[in-house]
């Protein structure tokens, strides 16, 4: 992974924190739209306008930190990590096709790393957990699957019934 990361600084990729401004969210908009299939599923961002974008990411700005990642002027990846105290957790980590050659994706995992570890940010959550490619991706990157229990409290007394029968 060590060597991905390099690869990336070494193909130029420059990953850096951006701006939420019109030229990054068209440069989103540009790897949403560039194909209708992503990991052998429909892509389901693919075919949204800029103001679909813009309005969508838009939401609570105040927690959400972007990353940027470029080949020249053009971006070529982005992740959007959303701060949730003493984690960040990854909203969107996505990369141009065109350029998987790059290595973007070790890069922006190396950058958000970073970037935790400035603003004191612990831990990382890396969304679901996969077996396939993107497990493979997450556990390379040095991310541990981690389980947690899920608590039920019934709020009405027909949730209480309904909790007691294990329904």
């Known amino acids: 992974t060590r060597n991905m990361v390099r690869k990336a600084e070494k193909k130029g990729i420059n990953i850096r924190v951006v701006d939420f401004n019109d030229t990054f969210i068209r440069g ?3 790897i949403f739209n560039e194909t209708p299939v992503r990991q052998g599923y ?6 949204k306008t800029f ?6 990411l838009s939401k609570d700005l105040h927690k959400k930190f972007f990353l ?4 020249g002027e ?13 984690f960040a957790v990854t909203n969107h ?26 603003r004191d940010i612990p831990y990382l959550v890396y969304g679901q957990w996969h077996e396939r490619s993107l497990g493979d991706f997450a556990r390379n990157n040095g991310f541990e699957k981690i389980d947690l229990p899920r608590y039920y409290v019934p709020l009405t007394l027909k949730g209480k019934i309904a909790i007691n029968l294990g329904i």
């Open 68 to 71: 940027g990642a470029y080949y």
């Open 42 to 47: 429909n892509f389901a961002h693919y075919g």
């Open 28 to 30: 989103i908009t540009e």
């Open 51 to 56: 103001e679909t974008v813009k309005h969508e």
């Open 93 to 118: 980590f996505l990369c141009k096709v065109a350029h998987r050659d790059k290595a973007t994706a070790n890069g922006l995992m190396a950058k958000a790393v970073e970037v935790c570890g400035d």
């Open 74 to 86: 053009e971006l070529v990846g982005f992740s959007i990590l959303s701060n949730a105290g003493i």
